[in-house]
C-alpha cells in the first residue's frame, strides 16, 4: 500500500474525544502517514519531527531461578571484611580457612528458605541474606559450603521446578 493513498477515515473519525476515544467530527479522507501521524499525535501525544525526551523504565520480573551459586574456596581476611561478615555476629571470629558460598536468587523473599536450608544442611553461618534482593552468602569448611550449595541448587531445581544455574567453584 502507497504510504499517500487515500484512506477513508471510518465514518469521518477526526481528532479524540475523552480518554483517546475518536469522535466523528470530519468527513475528509487522511493519507496513511496523515493518519499515522494523527493517532501519535492525539493519542499518543507526540509531535512528528519534535525530539521526545525518552523516559526508559528497568523492571525486574521474579522467575523462578537461582541465576548465581559459587563457593569460593579459604579467602584472604580483606575479602571477608569487604563483604561485611566481620561485623555483627561474627566480630571478632576467625574467619581463616572457612569458605564463602554465595547464592542469587528470585523471587528475592526465596532466600528465606535458602538460607534455612543451608543451616540445616550443613555446619554453615548465615554471613548475609538479603530477602529484599534475593542475596545469600554463607561460610563454613569448604566441604560443608559445598553440601550447602548443592543441596539448595538440588532443591531448588528437583523440588520448586526453579532453573538453576551450574554451581561454580573456584
Known amino acids: 500500500m502507497d504510504n499517500n493513498q487515500q484512506l477513508p477515515v471510518a465514518g469521518g473519525v477526526q481528532g479524540t474525544g475523552a480518554g483517546g476515544a475518536l469522535t466523528r467530527e470530519d468527513t ?6 496523515q493518519m499515522v501521524k494523527k493517532i501519535l499525535r492525539d493519542v499518543f501525544r507526540i509531535e512528528w519531527g519534535k525530539p521526545q525526551s525518552k523516559r526508559i523504565i528497568q523492571l525486574s520480573v521474579p522467575a523462578r531461578e537461582i541465576t548465581l551459586a559459587h563457593v569460593i574456596g579459604a579467602s584472604e581476611e580483606e575479602v571477608y571484611r569487604n563483604l561485611g561478615l566481620t561485623i555483627g555476629f561474627h566480630k571478632g571470629a ?28 550443613a555446619d554453615v ?46
Open 28 to 33: 475528509g479522507k487522511l493519507t496513511r502517514d
Open 94 to 121: 576467625d574467619l581463616s580457612g572457612r569458605s564463602i558460598g554465595i547464592i542469587h536468587i528470585t523471587p528475592a523473599e526465596c532466600a528465606v528458605i535458602a538460607s534455612d536450608l543451608a543451616v540445616k544442611t
Open 125 to 170: 553461618d548465615i554471613g548475609f541474606m538479603d530477602r529484599f534482593k534475593g542475596t545469600m552468602i554463607i561460610t563454613g569448611a569448604r566441604a560443608e559450603v559445598d553440601a550447602a550449595i548443592y543441596e539448595i541448587a538440588r532443591f531448588f531445581k528437583d523440588e520448586m521446578h526453579y532453573t538453576v544455574c551450574p554451581v561454580t567453584r573456584q
